[in-house]
């Protein structure tokens, strides 16, 4: 339904919030060195440092309100304080919605807040971007999404780089643009922009703050934005300033005021000078933005389904992971280097380690070659980290919004690389089973590659819970390969589980190779043709066979299926840690 800009508004508009602060305060601890003594010193007698200090201003609907101030003034701080980053309870004072305290998880939920920072799928195009997140925020059909972000890519002047990758193709006002249409989706009544004209060009910048006033004049949001150092023509589109310096308000009005008030305290202001510049100068020392007239007037027009104030969610578990395991899939087709390098490895691989190994029947090989096999699958499975990692940041913001659940964020990255990983498995086994000389049996092939593909979703799992607990590559890499070391030093190899000392002996059990390694040795030497592979002759009576050989290691041939039950604990184990901390981190940033 199109609504003409001159026409009554319809009786389900949405409500307007007015944002207030009084006597707003911030402190955070402060540090005066990292010796022990400093340590000690500030620990007996804690010293704060003031961030914001006695902050009153207000933001109102139909308004543009800018922070400014010189850097290290506390714009951020205090913005990331409006946009309920940092919770009410941490900060002295009070933030007011309405007249009322604020609710952080309900203001998220009215609400918009761009990061400083583009949070984006570098692979995903602009529309892919705007449309998942409409799928998310919304829980609105494909078609209802499509409609949608087609208006909102028009609106933001983004239908002709509608296909482009984020990553590439794109220029920095672009993106500044997608990140905030990925806001604009749930057309929220609140919108909070952190330096939204950073690393811009002047004609780019002045884009975005036109298409913010235009916003905030159709739809009576209330806009807050931090800028540094606006241009005049930027500054002619501010309805009111908020300039602060070392955390004080210092000025909260408009430009004009700002003049007089400069005027009034004795400052001769030349013609032709930035007011805000010079107001900023003394304090430290004592296509083009008419690409339309209404950039926004498309948008005002959606049709956005109200904001449904009894369901936590816009959509079900099920819905949310369906939609994310399809934006997971797509990440990973594009990942093409990663994608193919992958694949490839692991055919090399499966043809080189088979012609090594090729019809190498001696006990002492053979088991070697079930080592070896293992230390590639399991360390050559590292390649999830750096997409984690990514991704860990884009999840934190959208769960922190009320997009989705972290269950259904965990649950469809464990979907989405199933196939991608039996495809690698098979790759694998295929050639590296029949050049080896493996058993020349059917089932015996099937349980070896399931026990392959077992084997990379449990290295997969335990990255993923790694990249959930790490700050960082660097760490999260040195951290898993330690383990991995560890694991294959108590998997039973090099040495027995009997001759391993018994205050490490839970490593023997928690190893990720101790269990596939049992069952390739089962899965060879086991059953009625199994044991009775003779593995050594003295002369010409066999002097060791499959059978007693799996004696002597003690394994248990009713194991053979047992092991496959304690990798897929492994499996579940190692996502529900991750599942665990994931949610620790998105609950912190959420107080």
């Known amino acids: 339904m199109d609504l003409p800009l001159s026409s009554p508004e319809p009786s389900h508009r949405k409500t307007q919030y007015h944002i207030q602060t009084r006597s707003l305060s911030y402190t955070l601890p402060s540090s005066s060195g990292n010796s022990l003594w400093s340590s000690c010193h500030n620990f007996l007698h804690p010293q704060t440092r003031s961030i914001l200090k006695d902050i009153t201003c207000e933001a109102n609907p139909g308004e ?36 009322i305290p604020m609710n952080i998880s ?137 300039l602060i310096s070392g955390g004080i308000v210092c000025h909260n009005g408009s430009i004009e005021s700002l003049e007089k008030k400069l005027i009034d305290a004795g400052h001769y202001i030349p013609h032709h000078i930035n007011i805000l510049e010079f107001a900023m100068d003394s304090l430290s020392s004592s296509s083009t933005s008419s690409t339309s007239s209404n950039p926004l007037e498309l948008y005002h027009r959606l049709v956005i389904p109200e904001e449904k104030k009894q369901i936590q969610y ?23 280097q990663l994608f193919t390098a992958r694949l490839i490895q ?32 399991l360390s050559s499975t590292t390649e999830g980290l750096p997409i984690f990692l990514q991704e860990r940041r884009i999840l934190m913001k959208e769960t922190s919004r009320g997009a989705y659940r972290v269950s259904s964020y965990v649950a469809a990255n464990a979907l989405v690389f ?56 660097i760490m999260g890499n040195s951290l898993i390969a330690g383990f991995m070391g560890s694991f294959f030093l108590f998997s039973g190899y090099f040495i027995s589980r009997d001759s391993i000392p018994k205050y ?66 492994f499996i579940c184990g190692y996502r529900i840690l991750s599942l665990l901390v994931l949610w620790f981190r998105c609950y912190r940033v959420r107080r």
């Open 106 to 242: 309900r203001f998220r939920r009215i609400s918009g807040y761009v990061s400083q920072e583009d949070t984006l799928f570098p692979l995903l195009t602009v529309k892919e971007s705007l449309l998942y997140t409409a799928r998310l925020r919304l829980g609105v059909t494909v078609h209802e999404s499509m409609a949608l972000v087609f208006d909102l890519l028009k609106a933001l002047g983004l239908d002709h780089v509608a296909e482009t990758k984020i990553g590439g193709g794109i220029s920095g006002g672009e993106r500044r643009r997608v990140s905030i249409g990925n806001e604009l989706v749930h057309n929220p009544s609140v919108l909070l922009l952190d330096e939204p004209t950073s690393g811009l060009d002047s004609v780019s910048a002045l884009h975005i703050i036109h298409m913010l006033k235009s916003m905030a004049m159709i739809q009576s949001k209330t806009i807050v934005l931090t800028i540094h150092q606006p241009g005049f023509r930027i500054l002619e589109l501010l309805d009111k300033l908020l």
């Open 314 to 336: 816009p959509n079900s578990r099920c819905r949310e992971t369906s939609i994310l395991t399809e934006r997971f899939f797509k990440n990973i087709l594009r990942t093409r």
């Open 504 to 569: 490490w002996i839970f490593m023997h059990y928690l190893s990720l190779f101790k269990y596939p390694f049992e069952a390739f040795v089962i899965n060879e030497y086991g059953g009625d043709a199994g044991r009775r592979q003779c593995m050594q002759v003295e002369g010409s009576v066999c002097v060791l066979d499959g059978g007693l050989f799996l004696r002597q290691q003690g394994f248990k041939e009713v194991e053979k299926w047992r092991n496959i039950g304690v990798m897929l604990g």
């Open 64 to 99: 543009l309100l800018a922070i400014v101030g010189p850097s290290g003034a506390g714009k951020t701080t205090l913005l990331s304080i409006l946009a309920g980053v940092i919770h009410p309870q941490r900060i002295s004072g009070d933030v007011l919605i309405n007249g």
């Open 418 to 473: 199933l196939p991608f990983l039996l495809t690698v498995a098979l790759l694998y086994s295929i050639p590296v089973y029949f050049l080896v000389g493996l058993r020349r049996q059917m089932d015996c092939f099937l349980y070896f590659s399931l026990v392959v593909w077992m084997v990379m979703l449990m290295a997969n799992s335990f990255v993923a819970f790694f990249s959930a607990l790490v700050p960082n590559f």
């Open 346 to 377: 692991s055919a090399i691989a499966g043809i080189g380690l088979g012609t090594v190994f090729m019809n190498v029947h001696n006990l002492q090989a053979r088991v070697g070659f079930f080592a070896f096999s293992l230390t590639f699958l």
